[in-house]
């Protein structure tokens, strides 16, 4: 059985890409907003999240925080792959709770080497 990905991303076009990039080795599902994401990592199995920072309502970052707060889903994989790729941003995606920070435009291939490493020490 595949492993689910959850990917948060308010743009459709991102979420066409994530399939594309991901759909062969893993159940990729996709949210634009936080509230849909939470319903959905207590509903699937998911295995890693992928969250964009810049997203309306609530941002990828407090809904990191938010993640990190629930027990269960405290060691569950989070890469934040945003268009924000400053060292200040990076910073504070990890204390926002991100086990990995990638940047936009992403290497599909490095994607799947840091998810693959994810599923491996989780």
Known sequence: ???????????????????QALSQEYRVL???NAIDALSMIYHEQVTVILL????PGIDGLELC???RS??????????????????FDKVQGHLAG???????PFDAEKL???IQQLIINN
Request: no cysteine; glycine share 2%; net charge positive.
């Open 1 to 19: 059985m595949k492993k689910t990905i959850l990917a948060v991303d308010d743009s459709t076009v991102m979420h066409k890409i994530f399939k």
């Open 30 to 32: 996709v949210t634009d």
């Open 52 to 55: 964009d920072i810049l997203m």
């Open 65 to 67: 925080r938010t993640i």
């Open 70 to 87: 629930i027990p269960q889903f405290q060691n569950l994989p989070i890469i934040m792959l945003t268009a924000r790729g400053s060292s």
């Open 98 to 104: 991100a086990t990995e920070y990638l940047t936009k």
């Open 112 to 114: 799947h080497q840091v």
